[in-house]
């Protein structure tokens, strides 16, 4: 948009046309003071307290040119009212005055109004010390009230909104934006307002209460005290806290978030913006689901198995056991007896220090980073492969940018993508919501495209038909095979016949694939839902890019929403059984996590480290297999039922405990410090691995038994410059097979230089915050405008190129055969991830209540036809085995799917489940 | 003398025109039979552009003008019928109503012609249950003999109308609160621009009018516009509907032509009949309870709206309030208030909170006689702060009660503070602070 020139407070500027007067004059430096305009909402002009004088050049009635004065300067006419400076677009010539004596008067007057009906209960509200309404009040208030005392009217307070948020309706100024925060962002209507004048008050519609996963954002754009958090009430004060920024690893997000501390504990949790990931927002569970931190059931010490009972010691007698055991399994059946599983929510160092251990000194290659649950769908490539391109920024994405989501449920999977995809579809992208059933997205969608459950892939062959009818193939421009394969699977059908096939209508296929080709920018989220349909669902996605011409660009690419906090993270290092870090290959297929319970069974794997997992909690044959091991070690945070099942089992520093770098679902790289010491004895994760490596390092140089790899990987592709005696970091490395780190950053320092693809992500590069910020903030500013949140200063990430951009791999078109299916069972079975689910991490937060109970979801033809009413049990059975579950009726659920949540304490899933997905029979169980 | 014919209260000249073959009887629905036959809607809106007809809604905005401002080739229109008349002291639109209700409903179709539109809204004050089943029944009557519907007598023109009953808001007789009434929201104004004829109901071109305005339409069509600008001054043409209403001996409804004397709407015979007891007048507010105070001075006043704008009120919705030397200037600010603040919907914090405040004052002096000498600037202050400074003109309009009585009467409230100070309070004070808890113990609970 062109730029128009204004002058405030004497400062001349060009600001965008379409800038309001409030975000022009802050543009300037100049200050309007706010408090329903929110620089992310839509102006509503009702508090009144931006009223500023406004004046334009006089234009000559018969010219429409300025008139010009003496001097030859444009005559400005002043407009005779004030004016909401928040609702006024600048013009041309525009001049505003925001320090006139009308315009101090209106503000005195407007804040004075608003103290009248305060109970001015700053000394007991949480919002003390970080308040616009206090900050306003002291840069632009009246010093005293002429407001008789008495005269205040009184509400009973607080009223709950529901069981996270509390409304104190004394302190509350009824600016809207908490209703309006909850309306346009983050599209759950579910507050209002009922009543009129001084009796206008905020309450919520829904049922059950305030029934949204972005609730505590309003807290933080409340200008006032009057939405608290049941979670911080009467915790802190504000100013007691020490702000410590990490990153969220609850989703693949990847939320930059505060911890705020007082005395290192945990007092609550805050946005800080980051523009490219999650703005000034975070979801619910984010800012709820840390408590686990401090829960009292956290490991503090290692624990050895004597006599049968798991007893403390020390960590030097739980180092030197593990070392000593693993050591002796190795020497007696080799590397490949041992097998690692660790957690995608661990960091970057840690993952990258398991395997290592496992690579470099045990000489095992069997890692994993899943629990072998039949559940659990192919580990994911393709969004390295084709993830979005350096330089790719979500914020900037608006107009000419066409988004796919397939196959996924972001508010449950990846919460905070919601609020960015609304964003988005706001600033005027196109928004292809694609789903075999509604999701709350559907409300925010240009396009919904419905498939038939199971027919994923027809539809994206469709779609893809549809494409390269418009397009043709001239736009396939990076490196690819494949490519006469996949004609080939296309044009075997018709589009018509395709399209019967997948329930999605040619005409709609073909307007869909029409606004891809049109987009400028294309992104294809997919999630859970698609990856349980099979690699080959995946691998079309990638063709759609690849054919649309967007593969390996900035700005456009495929983002998976992966369970873990760093998924991508744990497949970047090669915690997987098919690939060293950087996705190099391995030669020989070893033992993952789907083999593995059965090759402890078998004999074949003896010793089982497993780091952050938890697969005896829901797999009976996991449980069963380290029941049998010869050796089980587990660090954690908790005691899982895994970890009773060990020999030893070593405390973990949590998240809030250790620096790290996480990897988030579009391949960005974030930092996340330590907020305080680890509690009791935990340590980070990749400590303790390097605990271990140590004792077998040095007891093999002593004994001189095993070959020490002092130069990295024998096969070394994929892993360039071994650091034998390099100098990495500020630390000289000696003959010690690489482990001495003395912080993350050493780790860090380490994967940058051997991890393909992470070259120059130091943690220095990573603190760069590329400022002003995304907004051109300045210095906490946001405290007296915009709310709570905190400003980046911990920089925002740096973003991985893909492997495709970088021309580290090419693309295989060739369709993947699809396996045939020969079970009649009436209904696909789907797991479904749910935000609040039976994470343990959820421990000791206020979210528990939010967990629902195991249920399995049927559409409403289906239950009547076996007159199945909600409540009752039913029982699913395969040919694997049976599941009885409470039912739940969805009506817009379509016929022929069973929707289970798939991480449920106690569901017990796996007995089940043949695979990702599973066709099921329904039997209603009569009591 | 009164007129010779009514434009708008009909019934005087035919009683039974409620009715709808009296109504059909003396040309009743011809106006638009006629217009559809022979004339376009340009044509139509170009006649009441010419006869200068205004909006008698409270803005005296000319109607054709205000037609005028539908952006082009924009559809569907709507026309909404504005009949939420809450303000104290005005009356006529229900009593047009209640007597001559086809008259109106033929204006509002004529008027929906005109602006090509085919669907019409009559928002009522929720209050006026009888008055709605009148205009129900007008409306089937228009249905039946084929004045309303599908291709009405035959010419293509399709329109239909319907009437929502509010709930009971003054606000919602703001047009764009009544549009946010009728698709169901909250009964709050909306931010302008963009402007009802731009973007109004459903976000479509909408006109708006009042139902006196809506029912001069069909008049001005079959009388023509030099009989109509026959009536009242040269910019304000016509006649107005003026509810009187206070101490006089007659209060009702009187139409008479714009311009006319207040004096004569006072004490003519015909019309008000002078004061009651024959007592002096001391306040007259002449447009409804939003309109500045005149006094006993301006009773030669001409009743147009340029003269009553000159004089420093305004005409407004026609309501003549007349008041006698019996009426405290405190306590009459104060039951004027204490109606706007009841009325705040509370969007914004000038009306909001400064209705509030100005009622707490004058509550305290004028209903208890308890005043500190502070309150007087006090009160100045709170109208200052609010003057200007509203989102929209309810709050402006508080302003005008309580400025009016400090400006004329300052004396009266001076007063109350002396004697309040002396010890002669009245009643003793009825503390609020009763309630007032203490700070800390309010919050924790
Ligand atoms: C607070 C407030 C209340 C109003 N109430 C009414 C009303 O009851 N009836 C009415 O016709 N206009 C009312 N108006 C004026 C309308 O907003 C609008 O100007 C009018 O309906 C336009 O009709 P007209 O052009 O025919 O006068 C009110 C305005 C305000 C600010
Ligand atoms: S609760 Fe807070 S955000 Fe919501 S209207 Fe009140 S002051 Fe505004
Ligand atoms: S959206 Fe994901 S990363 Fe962001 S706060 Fe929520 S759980 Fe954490
Ligand atoms: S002035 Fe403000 S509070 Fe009063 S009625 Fe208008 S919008 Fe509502
Ligand atoms: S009116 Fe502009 S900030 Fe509230």
Redesign the interface.
């Known amino acids: 948009m062109p730029d128009v020139t204004v002058t405030i407070d004497g400062v001349t500027i060009q600001v965008p046309s379409g800038t309001n007067v409030v975000d022009a004059a802050r543009m300037a430096g100049v200050a309007v003071p706010v408090f329903c305009y929110h620089p992310r909402m839509q102006p509503v002009g009702m508090c009144r307290m931006c009223l500023v004088q406004i004046g334009t050049p006089r234009l000559d009635p018969a010219t429409r040119q300025p008139v010009l004065d003496d001097a030859g300067r444009p005559v400005i006419q002043m407009m005779p009212k004030l004016q909401t400076g928040c609702t006024t677009p600048v013009s041309e010539g525009m001049v505003v005055n925001t320090v006139a004596d009308e315009v101090k008067f209106a503000q005195r007057g407007v804040l004075e109004f608003l103290l009248t009906s305060h109970p001015l209960d700053c000394p007991v509200c949480d919002k003390g010390g970080e308040c616009p309404l206090q900050n306003l009040t002291m840069q632009w208030g009246p010093g005293m009230s002429r407001f008789d005392y008495n005269d205040k009217v009184h509400f009973e307070k607080p009223v709950p909104l529901g069981d996270l948020i509390y409304l104190d309706r004394e302190r509350c100024i009824l600016c809207s934006r908490c209703v309006r925060f909850q309306d346009e962002l983050a599209d759950d209507p579910v507050l209002g307002f009922d009543n009129r004048g001084r009796n206008w008050m905020i309450i919520s519609k829904s049922d059950p209460p305030f029934d949204s996963k972005f609730s505590g954002n309003t807290t933080d754009i409340c200008p006032v005290g009057a939405l608290t958090s049941s979670d911080f009430r009467f915790r802190a004060r504000v100013w007691e806290l020490d702000s410590r920024p990490v990153v969220c690893t609850l989703c693949p997000v990847g939320c930059n978030l505060s911890l705020d501390m007082r005395y290192n504990q945990l007092m609550r949790v805050m946005p800080r913006e980051n523009g490219a990931v999650n703005d000034i927002w975070i979801c619910d569970k984010g800012r709820y689901g840390h408590r686990f931190v401090d829960h009292e059931s956290r490991l503090t010490t290692p624990m050895l198995r004597r006599d049968g009972q798991l007893v403390p010691a020390s960590w030097d007698e739980a180092l030197a056991l593990v070392a000593e055991k693993l050591a002796a399994v190795r020497q007696a059946h080799g590397g490949s007896a041992i097998a690692g599983l660790a957690a995608p929510r661990l960091s970057n160092e840690d993952l990258y220090a398991f395997q290592k251990l496992f690579r470099e000194v045990l000489e095992s290659n069997n890692l994993d980073q899943r629990i072998g649950a039949p559940g659990e769908p192919a580990l994911d490539d393709l969004g390295a492969l084709l993830g979005p391109g350096t330089g790719s920024d979500l914020a900037q994405l608006g107009a000419g940018t066409t988004v796919l989501v397939l196959g996924a449920d972001p508010e449950e999977e990846a919460p905070l993508y919601v609020l960015r995809l609304r964003a988005m579809a706001r600033r005027g992208a196109r928004l292809l919501v694609a789903n075999l059933r509604p999701t709350k997205l559907d409300r925010s969608a240009s396009t919904r495209l419905r498939y038939r459950a199971g027919a994923e892939l027809a539809f994206l062959r469709g779609l893809l038909r549809a494409l390269s009818d418009e397009v043709g193939t001239d736009r396939l421009t990076v490196k690819s095979s494949g490519l006469d394969q996949l004609r080939r699977a296309l044009f075997a059908t018709s589009l018509d016949d395709t399209a019967a096939a997948c329930g999605v209508s040619a005409a709609d296929l073909k307007a869909a694939a029409a606004t891809i080709a049109s987009a400028e920018h294309l992104l294809i989220f997919y999630g859970a839902e698609a990856r349980s349909a099979g690699p080959a669902v995946v691998e079309t996605l990638g063709a759609l890019l690849a054919l649309a011409g967007k593969a390996g660009q900035s700005n456009s690419g495929l983002i998976a929403l992966l369970p873990g906090g760093n998924s991508r993270g744990a497949l970047d290092m090669g915690v997987r059984p098919d690939a060293r870090p950087g996705y190099a290959p391995l030669a020989q297929p070893t033992i993952g996590a789907r083999d593995l319970w059965n090759a402890v069974q078998g004999g074949r794997v003896r010793a089982v480290w497993v780091a952050g997992l938890d697969p005896a909690a829901s797999l009976p044959a996991a449980r069963a297999a380290l029941d049998a091991a010869e050796f089980v070690v587990v660090q954690d945070l908790f005691l899982t039922e895994t970890a009773r099942l060990a020999d030893v089992v070593l405390p973990a520093a949590s998240v809030a405990e250790r620096d790290g770098t996480y990897t988030n679902a579009e391949r960005r790289v974030q930092r996340s410090r330590q907020a305080r010491p680890p509690i009791g004895e935990s340590r980070p994760d990749w400590q303790i691995v390097q605990g271990v490596a140590q004792r077998l390092v040095q007891a093999w140089v002593a004994t001189g038994a095993p070959a020490v790899p002092a130069k990295g990987p024998k096969d070394g592709k994929g892993a360039r410059g071994a650091r034998g005696g390099v100098e990495v970091g500020a630390v000289a490395v000696a003959e010690n097979g690489g482990w001495d780190y003395l912080t993350a950053a050493d780790v860090a320092a380490e994967i940058a230089e051997r991890v393909p693809g992470y070259a120059g992500v130091t943690y220095p590069a990573l603190a760069a915050t590329g400022k002003p910020g995304s907004w051109g903030r300045q210095v906490n500013e946001a405290i007296y405008y915009d709310g709570t949140n905190y400003e980046n200063t911990e920089g925002v990430g740096i973003k991985l190129p893909s492997l495709i951009e970088s021309g580290r791999a090419s693309l295989n078109l060739a369709p993947l055969p699809v396996p045939a299916t020969a079970d009649d069972r009436p209904l696909l079975l789907i797991a479904q991830p749910l935000a609040y689910d039976g994470d343990p991490l959820l421990r000791g937060s206020r979210l528990e209540a939010h967990v629902p109970e195991p249920y399995v979801a049927l559409s409403r033809a289906d239950a009547e036809r076996q007159n199945i009413r909600p409540g009752d049990i039913v029982r699913l059975a395969s040919s694997a085995g049976e599941l009885a579950l409470p039912a739940r009726v969805v009506d817009d659920l379509p016929q022929g799917v069973a929707l289970v949540p798939a991480n449920l304490a106690g569901v017990g899933l796996a007995t089940v489940q043949t695979g990702p997905r599973t066709r099921v029979s329904l039997v209603k169980v009569v009591v | 003398m009164g007129l010779s014919e009514h434009i708008v209260m009909r019934e005087l000249d035919i009683p039974a025109i409620n009715d709808f073959s009296v109504y059909r009887q003396h040309d009743g629905w011809e106006a638009f039979a006629d217009a559809l036959r022979t004339k376009t809607p340009a044509d139509v809106v170009n006649m009441v552009k010419e006869a200068g007809l205004r909006g008698r809604g409270g803005a005296g905005f000319p109607t054709g003008v205000k037609w005028g401002f539908l952006p082009k080739g924009v559809y569907p229109r709507y026309l909404l019928c504005n009949c939420d008349e809450s303000e104290p002291g005005t009356f006529n639109n229900h009593q047009i109503i209640d007597r001559n209700p086809h008259q109106l409903i033929e204006g509002v179709a004529i008027s929906a012609f005109a602006i090509e539109s085919h669907t019409a809204f009559i928002y009522m004050r929720g209050e006026f249950a009888a008055a709605a089943i009148t205009v129900e029944r007008a409306i089937a009557q228009a249905y039946q003999a084929g004045f309303l519907g599908k291709n009405i007598l035959g010419t293509g023109y399709d329109l239909d109308i319907y009437v929502h009953r509010g709930a009971g808001?003054y606000?919602c007789g703001e047009e764009t609160a009544l549009m946010e009434s009728l698709e169901g929201k909250?009964?709050?104004p909306r931010?302008k621009p963009p402007f009802p004829a731009v973007a109004g109901l459903y976000g479509k071109p909408t006109i708006i009018n009042n139902v006196e305005t809506l029912t001069n339409v069909p008049r001005i069509l079959a009388r023509g516009v030099a009989w109509y600008r026959s009536h009242g001054t040269e910019k304000s043409p016509g006649t107005k509907c003026f509810s009187l209403s206070g101490h006089v001996n007659r209060p009702g409804n009187y139409e008479i032509p714009f311009g006319v004397p207040l004096r004569e709407l006072i004490e003519s015979p015909e019309y008000g009949g002078g004061m009651r007891g024959g007592r002096p007048v001391k306040i007259i507010i002449p447009g409804g309870a939003s309109a500045p105070w005149l006094t006993r001075e301006h009773l030669d006043l001409p009743l147009d709206y340029e003269s009553v704008a000159a004089a420093g009120s305004m005409l407004g919705s026609g309501a003549v309030i007349v008041l006698n030397d019996t009426v405290s200037a405190p306590h009459l600010a104060y039951k004027m208030d204490e109606f706007f603040?009841?009325?705040?919907?509370?969007?914004?914090?000038?009306c909001?909170?400064?209705?509030?405040?100005l009622v707490?004052?004058l509550h305290r002096m004028a209903e208890e006689g308890h005043a500190h000498p502070?309150d007087i600037p006090?009160l100045h202050?709170i109208y200052?702060?609010?003057a200007?400074?509203?989102?929209c003109l309810l709050g402006e309009s508080a302003v005008m009660p309580i400025k009016s009585a400090l400006r004329l009467f300052p004396q009266e409230f001076e007063a109350i503070v002396r004697q309040s100070q002396n010890g002669h309070a009245g009643k003793p004070r009825p503390?609020?602070?009763q309630?007032?808890?203490p700070?800390?113990l309010?919050?924790?609970?």
């Open positions: 808001a606000i909250i009964g709050q931010l603040k009841h009325e705040s919907c509370g969007k914004c914090t000038p909001r909170e400064g209705t509030h405040w707490r004052v502070e006090t202050g200052t702060q609010m200007g400074n509203c989102f503390a609020a602070a309630h007032a808890i700070l800390g309010a919050s924790r609970r």
